[in-house]
């Protein structure tokens, strides 16, 4: 007889999506399987139809209602976990969810999980999104975000009364492989993101045309819009190359034995790129967003202030310029950091703990 409770989860996973919050997403359900029989009402967005409002999403929308309306009249749900979309229409689409799920399934508890680092910044003056958020605020048992930023935002302009806590993203499928650093000519260089100028791709780019011919950049990643995958190949050169997506085993491949990770983003919360350049020793050139200095000592210098291709052209030729010693003395903080902070074992204490009974 299974006698375990039921939780129903709505929202992105990998394969089908392959980015920080669908790995966040897969790897919390699979620490909460042995306690939870899980029914998975699964949102999938195509690449092409990011950051925009079209017919799919609104079908997708209309598919998800129905799952959820199905669902509650087959099962006893326990808990329903999804995550925030902070867009005006994925905060909609959240509340909707939210409030279908409440109204068949009173007696249970909704966990929603904040994956961004910019939510006061988005919530900021907008009247409706404010509005819409409350709403949402008042639905929810727990709250998930990633800083203590987040929390104290929350509970001081909304004066939310319930569970918030605080839980660090972590690597799906973590693996710890030997890293090296040699003296040679061509310094290697990567960036592996979803192809969206929100990521600073362009600012990389252009920056790589500033350096001389000992650098070599790969790029890796789902293209989200055709004009953008134009500019992007006009860049490829000797020392630029730009490839499709890269998973699992080839990505910490890849990771490991590069030099050098970079990410100019605009936007970040605590990216799973950078706990995988972390855990495998590479050091990473990143922009002082989100919480994403955070994620490291406050010794670490080789966080971007200015997202700029100037900014980066320095950043990256004074690590280039580091010697090998030094290389190695970073590598090896990052993986302790990782160890310490970010890894399977610590954060599958705190999910546990955030889906107790």
Do not use: W
């Amino acid at each position: 007889m299974n006698l375990k409770k039921k939780l129903l989860f709505s929202g992105e996973l990998p394969p089908s999506s392959a980015h920080g919050v669908s790995y966040s997403n897969a790897h919390i359900l699979k620490i909460i399987s042995n306690k939870y029989n899980i029914i998975i009402d699964q949102e999938i967005i195509k690449y092409k139809n990011h950051g925009k409002f079209s017919l799919n999403k609104i079908l997708n929308l209309f598919r998800r209602i129905i799952n959820i309306l199905h669902f509650s009249f087959k099962y006893e749900f326990d808990t329903f976990y999804l995550c925030y979309s902070n867009s005006f229409y994925g905060s909609l689409k959240s509340y909707i969810l939210m409030s279908l799920f409440k109204i068949f399934n009173r007696n249970s508890r909704v966990v929603m999980h904040i994956h961004r680092g910019d939510l006061e910044y988005q919530l900021e003056g907008n009247i409706l999104k404010n509005k819409i958020f409350v709403k949402i605020l008042k639905l929810t048992d727990k709250i998930i975000v990633l800083s203590e930023t987040t929390k104290k935002f929350i509970l001081k302009k909304y004066y939310y009364k319930k569970d918030i806590y605080i839980l660090d993203n972590t690597v799906y499928n973590e693996v710890f492989l030997k890293k090296r650093f040699n003296s040679k000519k061509k310094f290697n260089c990567i960036f592996i993101s979803n192809y969206i100028e929100e990521k600073g791709i362009i600012v990389l780019l252009e920056a790589f045309k500033l350096l001389d011919h000992k650098f070599h950049l790969k790029c890796y990643g789902n293209f989200t819009n055709p004009n953008l995958k134009k500019k992007i190949h006009e860049y490829t050169s000797q020392n630029i190359s730009i490839y499709g997506p890269v998973y699992d085993v080839e990505k910490f491949k890849i990771i490991v034995e590069s030099d050098l990770l970079i990410l100019p983003s605009f936007n970040e919360g605590k990216p799973i790129i950078l706990l995988e350049s972390m855990m495998l020793g590479t050091p990473f050139i990143a922009s002082n967003v989100g919480y994403i200095k955070e994620m490291n000592d406050d010794d670490y210098n080789l966080f971007l202030e200015n997202i700029n291709k100037e900014s980066l052209f320095e950043k990256i030729n004074y690590f280039a310029k580091l010697s090998i010693d030094q290389k190695k003395s970073i590598s090896e903080k990052l993986q302790l950091r990782y160890i310490r902070l970010y890894s399977n074992n610590n954060i599958k204490r705190k999910i546990l703990e955030i889906f107790n009974d």
